[in-house]
């Protein structure tokens, strides 16, 4: 577990701060406790997307320890799949939910699973941010869903004050997650949060929480991307942001505390 936070921070060039100790201190209940709370939310947006039944087959990306699978089968009698990294979770999901493991991360599919066009639903919950290459995982999922698949997504917010975190190479505003699905053959169809720069009458959710469908258009059909704009709404963001910590007395966001060090 340490050498996976290891070399994902090691990249970002942040110091390693015992995470796995933090983690572990949690213990195993408190953080299923914690994911079924977040379970709950992925399966009403799926499931009201997506009809699914005993054909259809839902893969996970950093399953976790497999709550939201164990759900979701338990629903709608779909098959289920996992991707995971963290040895003890594989074991939690083998031992207590039977759940099949088909990789560790989702870059070794294209050499683990073999089969095409398999799956139904692709589910990245909290960690589309963690990937280096988010293009070439979508672009593998691409290829694991069938013909009218669909990906969700949830991640942090880009708008949504302290959301930034050293542990994430990446953190995703509404337009950038949009457009990294468009190049990755993907169209958005639905969208559960507030998509604009945070005001003082609508602050930014906390999360993005994103359904997506697989496209047959190649990267290069899809719309250019307004990267002007998008630009211009991000600095409104930051601007936001630095004037909500000044003005409402917050504690310091998690980029002033890391610059401090």
Known sequence: EEEFWQEKVTNKGFKFEKRVAREEEQGVEKKIKK?????????EV????????SNCTVLEVGASWGVTLKM????TRCQVLAVEPSAIAREHMRDQ???????????????TYEHDEKMDVVIFSHVLENIIDPVQALGIC??????????????????????MN????????????NALLARAGFETIKVLCNQTPPTEETPADLYLKVI??????????QQPVNVEGMLANQKIGLERIKSLEDTENKKPGILKKIFRR
């Open 212 to 221: 997506a469908r697989k496209t047959a258009n190649p990267v290069s059909d």
């Open 72 to 75: 979701l089968r338990d629903k």
């Open 97 to 111: 939910f039977d759940i099949a493991l088909i990789g560790h991360a989702v870059e070794d599919l294209h050499q």
């Open 35 to 43: 994911q079924k709370v977040f379970a709950e939310r992925i399966l």
């Open 142 to 163: 691409h290829r694991l869903l069938r013909g009218s698949g669909v990906v969700y997504i949830d991640t942090c917010n880009f708008y949504y004050n302290d959301a």
């Open 166 to 177: 050293p542990y994430h190479p990446y953190i995703f505003a509404p337009e950038t997650l």
């Open 46 to 53: 799926v499931t009201d997307a997506v009809s699914l039944d």
